[in-house]
Nanobody
Framework: QVQLVESGGGLVQPGGSLRLSCAAS????????MGWYRQAPGKQRELVAT???????TYADSVKGRFTISRDNAKNTVYLEMNSLKPEDTAVYYC???????????WGQGTLVTVSS
C-alpha cells in the first residue's frame, strides 16, 4: 500500500505564494502519474494539475500560468508551486498517485490552503 503525505499548506495573503509537497512511500513513484486535486467548502473535488512519469503536465484552466507541478523521483516527491494566489484558491489540496496498469489509485490526507487578507 502506498502512503502519500502532503505538506506546505497554510494561510497566505492574496498575491502570495506557497509550495506544496507530497512524499510517497515505496519504490513505484517513478512509474506513477501524480496529481494535485483540491476541494473547496461546499464544492466537489477538482483536478488542479497532473504530471506523468514522462513529465508531461496538464493544468486546470483556472491555475494555468500561476501554478507549476514538478516531481523529484529521487526523493519520491511531487510539488505544486502556487503563485499569485487568489481567495478562490482556498481549498484542501490532495495529492494523488495513479498507475493504471496495476489499478493503483492512492490519495493523501490533504493539506489546507487558505488565501485571505
Amino acid at each position: 500500500q502506498v502512503q502519500l503525505v502532503e505538506s506546505g499548506g497554510g494561510l497566505v495573503q492574496p498575491g502570495g505564494s506557497l509550495r506544496l509537497s507530497c512524499a510517497a512511500s515505496g519504490n513505484i513513484f517513478s512509474l506513477a502519474t501524480m496529481g494535485w486535486y483540491r476541494q473547496a467548502p461546499g464544492k466537489q473535488r477538482e483536478l488542479v494539475a497532473t504530471i506523468t512519469s514522462g513529465r508531461l503536465t496538464t493544468y486546470a484552466d483556472s491555475v494555468k500560468g500561476r501554478f507549476t507541478i514538478s516531481r523529484d523521483n529521487a526523493k519520491n516527491t511531487v510539488y505544486l508551486e502556487m503563485n499569485s494566489l487568489k481567495p478562490e484558491d482556498t481549498a484542501v489540496y490532495y495529492c494523488n498517485l495513479k498507475i493504471w496498469t496495476i489499478n493503483l489509485d492512492a490519495w493523501g490526507q490533504g493539506t489546507l490552503v487558505t488565501v485571505s487578507s
